[in-house]
């Protein structure tokens, strides 16, 4: 079974996203960087080409320049990966599944709501696949969390609490990450609703099941002069009645990249930490509480099959990130894929950003969330 | 240095918090039980007599007969600890203050705001001593968060998050506890609000030195046919422009008594937690993290005074109670107890109860908290 | 129910101990400190009284003067509590004993082996109780840990890793209690292996219900000029051929008080630490890891007794101390007090520290340990 | 820059390691894997060749024919990395050396220590690089251990415990990697001692720079009928004087892959947790406890070099060992790797295994370990 051969489109220096996605990508062997236009800078696409040490013949200047160039070649890319900033996805991705070739997408999906929608089109019209690498449903226990609240092990779910604690945009904005993550122009009306309170909302959603259907929502530019929001705080109503809350913020200093998620039902309850990945706690009504280790054998398949080593040898981001690429992989094979994050979750995903933001700003009460 | 004498209200057979009360205002040896009302039933108020070994003429049925007795004793109470379920909070209060006795209460200090309001008026115009046990002020690293914050080491405050969830009415109500926490007769309006959400905002002013001046509510009787809230969710406003959440639930399965604590300011953030109280983490802008340990070397004078072991012994729950007690025991001496929780926190508290309550019912969104 | 006296002996001014038994005895209310031979010194034997809040008569300075006054009084002391340096504390439970007063004492029970022999007839010949106060095997979780092995829910034991680390001596012995810990006329010939080794053995063999049979000692002064071992590392045999191991160090910088035990059997593990005494971890052959929490509805009536606080309200060092002094209280009441440790602790402690010492002197391998 | 090429020695059907290896060579895209000798089965060396999606053209039955059919391309293997059980490291090192081909292996570097002393001789005899796969000295933190520790921020070393607990051979060995590690003709004498006891020894004269001197061991076959170790505990004397702890095994239910190092000198402790890797606590004298991050500001150039992700988006073992590969790489470059384990750390561990083998036998007290 031959490799699967990746373009990317964005990347270039200085990226930070653009070699996680190459490494997860390519961490199980059933795909390969072969191509980029890493940059609209022919230097600077090829200087990062060489990073990545790909034929120099194959990092390209414009979209249109790759996809003619790849193919006319009999090894040419299979599909492309949009690793560049907001408001580079949708031109990206229209032009790549114009010309016919599947999308996998950075997240957020767009930049805007109405992006979205056309791109939600774009996507039906091509009936190409479409993945939204929504990271952290990679991890196996975050699946074995999942799989365990649908077997109803939790009975039904009255509260999510999910948080995503940052503090690196606390100080002044600097660096080109920092950059484009607080220029509306570049991230959307969105700042850090955008950049990881969709994946906080996400992870609710794809652990419970249950779609957010209402919110209340607190948005906040706390660092001064700042043009998009760096703190939120919104309450949630599930479909089934369940109550949530979700923070995000980029402004707690000290904090990391502490996503983490609590669920409970009427029979129990479950708690799983991003920067403690390997283990997922879950409680009983009878007072049990029991550790579940990835890699053991407590898990169902699932968490088993994204799991590469034993129970004590932790796996981290990067193979949560490879585990979305290998669904995308299958996606593209033809096979199911029922866990690969895709249109819906990019829907949904800039809906919630876009509800957020105007019940923010217009300080009402609850408002409901419809795609 | 004599030992006060303390009177106890409620805290009859059954109790749960009697017998914590009686171990914390003891632990230092500055104050000693030696009588209580414990129940309005004589025999059940002898029992908890002797199970207290106290001497049986001392165990009383009635407020009067407490009062008169002991004034008729060289060797009577100097005050009295209220103990029983909210409703009789007032009652006792009013009582023994118009006979002059002093008063601690456990919390909330009333079972309404229009109750807390004549307590004031009762305190106020007895000119004698009140405190309120809120216990979690009264750990030594809660106090080094405050002290810490009100030297500026986390420069201007910006967000705050404490959270306090319970589990354990999460299935039906049984048990005595359990049943008049749930009773609105004896509960107040509030139930999880009142019982555990006080904590969690007393807490928040105390560490921050700040007062909330708005919030939006979500209270929820989840639980079915239950009377009052068991799950709420809060967006706080503090007087400075800083954001809060406040998170305290009983439904949520696992949870023990987890209350805990995040302050973020602009230089810096902290991190403590009931659960394991005896480490406080703070963090710096450049990227450091310190773990400060009770007992240690690190520590400033209102937490270093109130600790009792070395670094490595825990001290827990019933110890911070103890110093709710030291405080208290200071006041009635004549000295300074400036960290005591008194009248203040009393009206703070039950403003904000019902503040929450009415939020929430109205589905409004920010409502202003105003004592 | 009276409350039990007691008499303490040592616990002068800038005793740390003195007022840890103090607050330990009295914690439930069965016990009252009423006097005390605090020094040989007579004014500093009233100041420590006036600390502790006694009757200024009842302050003695001689323990022949204790003994006849205390006879002398209707309510005179039931028992003394021995927390002196080591040396002391043979002269003064034999006196006690001679004089038909039961005793409790701090560790090791001697400084000496011989001492502890002399010591152990002197108890067989008064027929009186008797206690030493291992703290560590008062705690809740310890004795739930206890109880789920002699239960036999590891199987045989094959395995035990106990350690305990601290820092507090890493550099130069400075203050009473490091001054006294390091001087072989004080402490006896062991340091560090008096002052807590004993602690790790006694709770090694307390939670597994073995008799550690051999071993193999590397024991240092480490800081230079150190007279007395300041670290030990010690390989064990238990009396079932299962291996041990026993760690216990007072240079190991940023320890604090960390004594933690392992225990592996054919069907499962479990930990416990002290640092984070209200869980206890247990492991089963089949992946599965339940944590069990102080409090809790999964502990059986040794741990469930002697808790005072529901699961989430910690407990600490002091309420297992405590809970020693319930067993002695027990014990002086004529009811059975199983897990009280005694005489016997006394003997293997003194042989254990005996044995260890020669062991590392001469470099040898395995040696018996043989009380 | 092109891919180094890489050719594997073992990795078929079953194997564990092979895949992993896989991994950490291709993370970082300097290494490419397109050949192997998977097998000595020419059908099962297929079954793994295409499993790695490799030219089925390369996937060789013997090592000759790989040698051969390699040195006739131009674009041949570069270097042999070899992961089969320990018995096959010495004729496959030996067999690659002797054709030129440098080499990179699994560890314990040879089943014996008469073979890791021939298996010098060649290396040396070749002039080619050697690697060794001591996976654990390439995580960050542990680097950054290692520099801090060289810069003497702990002052000089006097303490050192270093851990490896497992308990996945606490039942009968089941399965094609329980199997092999338990028969000494494959494994070699040492079983637990040279799975993991080496490890533990490499990482902790890795971390502190100093050599171990002598030891005590109690080397046990634990479970019934087991031909090799499978518990070991071992007292160490460093070069410096410092004293030493080392435990390993793999019959402690529950443990998982638990290694871990505590390190403690005059002026600081330090301790590492292979599970939770992504943080280095760091204790000082004056009582301060810092948590250093991995991917934060405070790493120094050994740890910040081998981090692929910011602080917070957790790297686990696949990195580590990817860690490990990138310094081959660069060795095979002609690059200083200074941090590659490599003859050295092969003798020394090979030494260790013999030298605790034959003091456990003999129950000797210390004996000199000289390599």
């Not at 079974?1 to 996605?21: A, Y």
């Not at 990062?48 to 790909?54: D, N, P």
């Not at 996606?331 to 690969?340: C, Q, S, Y």
């Amino acid at each position: 079974m031959r490799r699967l051969r990746m373009g990317m489109i964005g990347g270039g220096p200085g990226s930070f996203i653009g070699p996680i996605h190459r490494i997860a990508a390519e961490l199980d062997r059933e795909i390969e960087l072969v191509a980029g236009c890493f940059s609209s800078q022919s230097d600077r696409s090829h200087v990062a080409g060489e990073s990545y040490r790909i034929d120099p013949a194959r990092a390209y200047a414009s979209l249109d320049a790759m996809f003619a160039g790849e193919k006319a070649r009999p090894d040419g890319i299979d599909f492309v990966s949009i690793v560049s900033p907001n408001h580079h996805h949708l031109p990206a991705a229209r032009a790549a599944l114009a010309a016919g070739i599947p999308v996998i997408s950075d997240k957020p999906a767009t930049a805007t709501l109405a992006e979205a929608r056309e791109l939600a089109e774009c996507v039906a019209a091509s009936g190409l696949a479409y993945g939204l690498t929504h990271t952290y449903s990679g991890y196996p226990l975050v699946r074995e969390a999942r799989a365990r609240i649908a077997s109803g092990a939790l009975g039904a779910i009255r509260k999510v609490v999910v948080e995503y604690p940052q503090g690196w945009l606390a100080g002044d904005a600097v660096g080109k990450q920092a950059e484009w993550r607080t220029d509306p122009a570049r991230s959307g009306p969105g700042g850090c609703i955008g950049d990881i309170g969709t994946h906080a909302f996400q992870l609710a959603e794809f652990v419970t099941g249950l779609n957010v259907t209402a919110l209340v929502a607190d948005l906040a530019a706390v660092v001064p002069g700042r043009k998009v929001d760096d703190d939120c705080s919104v309450l949630l109503r599930f479909e089934n009645g369940a109550r949530g809350v979700l923070l995000a913020s980029q402004i707690e200093v000290g904090e990391m990249n502490g996503l983490r998620i609590r669920v409970y039902g009427e029979k129990g309850g479950l708690l799983w930490k991003q920067e403690v990945p390997n283990t997922l706690t879950i409680h009983s009504l009878d007072g049990r509480t029991e550790i579940v280790h990835a890699g053991g054998t407590q898990l169902g398949p699932d968490a088993a099959s994204r799991t590469r080593t034993p129970t004590g040898h932790p796996e981290g981001y990067l193979e949560a990130f490879a585990n979305i690429y290998r669904d995308f992989a299958a996606a593209l094979r033809g096979e199911p894929a029922p866990l690969l994050p895709g249109i819906d979750d990019a829907l949904r995903g800039m809906t919630f950003i876009d509800t957020a933001i105007n019940a923010s700003r217009e300080k009402s009460g609850w408002v409901a969330l419809t795609v």
